[in-house]
């Protein structure tokens, strides 16, 4: 990718997500990326009778650095749960130069706030849109809580685990051919990582900072299966817990779900043969994943704990 834009969705003049999009370009200097300054696009509120007079010389100016970028890097604020109105209109005077306006381009959307989540509620319905206005859509990445995470003298983001997100997103967004996976494809790749053994492949689905509950909701002594795991260093144990336990001979998946917002849903069975008895362990499962930024961030899975009782001689294997 060449010549790529980026630019933010804010007109405030001391814009945060402008701050976060202008550390991207330092960070990747390496590559073309010219920032645009959307504020300098004169353009009225979009109204069919102004269009009527003609799409402001502006907005077609606008237009054609798109035609010529290769690529889009897009810092979005959020108001309200939505898009700020600046940037709302700056899409809607583009949608009637051509709906397709990011014309089948790679885009990584990105978003900041002072809050914990970093606005990211109007980044996933940006995500969802991206495609309808042509975009490829390669990433998202939220940073929250940016007067916490962002060094303001250094126009960097300060936390290295972050820095790890927004350069994995990064890659993802200047290599050929990796569109952003769906939610439900995320899990779906989990599954099929954890079917074939692949532990590592596996984890990698896994966020740096995800929380697995694994039937119960409780803090847990680090050898046992049951209970909660934090981080994706911790997710590595709970892969361990597993293989300790069981002998897996039949995992099988039914359903998987999109459903609201970010949230997926499956279900299926399992035949675990638990080693310290050498019996069946049969059970019927249910996952439910909240995937972010492409990754499994936070991961429910329940089974049939009576039967594992069962299969475990009668003990009480887990208090
Ligand atoms: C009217 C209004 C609504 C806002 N709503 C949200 C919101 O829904 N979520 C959020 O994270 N921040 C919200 N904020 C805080 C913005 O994230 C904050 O003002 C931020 O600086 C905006 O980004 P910018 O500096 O790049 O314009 C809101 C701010 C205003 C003024």
């Given amino acids: 990718m060449k010549k790529i834009i980026a630019f933010s969705g804010s007109n405030n003049p001391d814009s945060i997500n402008e701050k976060l999009v202008q550390s991207i370009i330092q960070r990747y200097s390496e590559y073309d990326i010219r920032f645009i300054d959307l504020k300098k ?7 069919q009778e102004i269009q009527s007079n ?23 604020p959020e108001h309200n749960g939505l898009p700020s109105a600046f940037l709302k209109n700056i899409i809607d005077w583009l949608s009637v130069v051509t709906q397709r306006f990011f014309n089948d381009k790679p885009v990584l959307l990105l978003s900041t706030s002072p809050g914990a989540t970093g606005a990211k509620t109007h980044l996933g319905i940006l995500a969802k849109l991206v495609p309808l206005w042509g975009g490829i859509l390669k990433g998202t990445y939220s ?24 350069d994995n997103r990064f890659k993802a967004f200047i290599s050929e051919g990796t569109e ?3 939610n439900k494809e995320v899990v779906q790749n989990y599954f099929k990582a954890f079917q074939i053994g692949d532990l590592e492949a596996v984890l990698k689905t896994f966020h740096p900072k995800c929380y697995i509950v694994s039937v119960k909701e409780e803090k847990r002594p680090t050898e046992q299966l049951h209970g909660i795991y934090r981080t994706r ?16 001979k039949d995992f099988t998946v039914d359903t998987v779900v999109q459903a609201e917002g970010n949230v997926v849903v499956a279900k299926g069975t399992f035949s675990h043969l638990v080693k310290s008895s050498g019996k069946l362990f049969n059970s019927n ?20 704990s009576a039967a594992l009782l069962e299969a475990s001689n009668n003990e009480l294997v887990e208090q």
Avoid: H
């Fill in 180 to 182: 952003l996976k769906s």
């Fill in 143 to 166: 940073l929250g809580s940016f007067n916490e995470n962002f060094d303001t003298s250094s126009n960097t983001i300060s936390k290295e685990e972050e820095l790890e997100l927004v």
């Fill in 54 to 76: 003609g799409i402001p010389q502006q907005i077609q100016y606008l237009y054609q650095i798109f035609e010529e970028s290769e690529g889009f890097i897009i810092a979005s």
């Fill in 285 to 304: 499962w249910m996952q439910w994943c909240l995937v972010e930024d492409g990754m499994i961030k936070e991961y429910r899975f329940y089974e049939d």
């Fill in 233 to 248: 260093e911790e997710a590595k144990q709970f892969l361990k817990n597993i293989v300790n336990l069981f002998d897996t």
């Fill in 41 to 47: 696009f004169d353009a009225p509120i979009y109204s």
